[in-house]
């Protein structure tokens, strides 16, 4: 079976990064599976919008940090695909599902951590482990890591950690699929105003401008910053750009 569009899946596709990045890949011709974890009507909305684009759009609940139901995921993932795209494969992989954990390290509890480490590091491991035998040769992983796996502010270590994890993760994907024409490469963003981590980087003003002061564009990031550059990573374009870590932050703590 074959498509004429590239197909994407993003997971965390809802909201935030992962809508932009949804919006992003449809506005290059590329058709959209995108997941959520509880936010069905956001993910609806993202999916309409994609269709406006004239791409085709499926959302598809996953929560990313329990293994156990990603078998259940792909075989939903594979009955989509030969239904609404007529094919049996895709060809983007998006990693961005997650949520924020911002604690000292004298307070972070052993359940904060394990949370962090099933979304961040386990959950990516095994979502692209299962991903591997339905993507096509010559497709791309991207996974979505964070500044501060380069700098270190307090209160992120644990989050930080795990995407540490991710970035080195990642190189050898890159160095294993490589005989299949995979690329794998990691989207490390700045601090973005999103409702990530309850908004604090949007909503807290001094939060804000300090961050704004130590960027070299003068501002924090905003979610059009970080999409256009995953949708560049899966265009011919970026054919030869693998097992990179592409910081896009404004030149953050330089």
């Not at 684009?53 to 499926?58: D, E």
């Not at 386990?122 to 591997?132: D, E, P």
């Not at 991710?166 to 990691?186: D, H, P, Q, S």
Request: charged share 20%.
């Amino acid at each position: 079976m074959a498509t004429k569009n590239k197909i994407a899946l993003v997971t965390g596709g809802s909201r935030g990064l992962g809508k932009n990045m949804a919006l992003s890949l449809a506005k290059k011709g590329v058709d959209i599976l995108l997941t959520y974890n509880s936010r069905q009507e956001d993910a609806q909305a993202v999916v309409a919008a994609v269709d406006e684009l004239g791409q085709k759009a499926v959302a598809l609940q996953l929560n990313s940090s329990t293994v156990g139901g990603f078998d259940a995921f792909y075989e939903q993932v594979s009955t989509t695909l030969r239904e609404t795209f007529q094919t049996d494969r895709f060809d983007f992989l998006i990693n961005n599902a997650g949520t924020a954990l911002h604690a000292s390290i004298a307070d972070t509890t052993e359940a904060q951590f394990d949370e962090m480490m099933n979304i961040h590091l386990k959950g990516v491991f095994f979502l692209t482990q299962k991903a591997l035998p339905l993507l096509n040769d010559g497709g791309r992983i991207i996974n979505i890591s964070t500044g501060l796996a380069r700098f270190s502010v307090p209160g992120s270590s644990a989050y930080a950690s795990m995407k540490g994890g991710v970035e080195v993760f990642t190189r050898y994907l890159a160095k294993e699929l490589g005989e299949r024409g995979i690329t794998a490469n990691v989207v490390a963003p700045g601090a973005i105003e999103t409702d990530f981590g309850g908004g604090r980087v949007r909503d807290n003003q001094q939060m804000n401008e300090y961050l704004a002061s130590v960027t070299a564009l003068g501002r924090v990031g905003l979610p059009d910053d970080i999409g256009g550059v995953v949708a560049f990573l899966c265009t011919e374009d970026a054919r030869w750009i693998n097992a990179q870590r592409i910081e896009v932050s404004g030149g953050m703590f330089l």
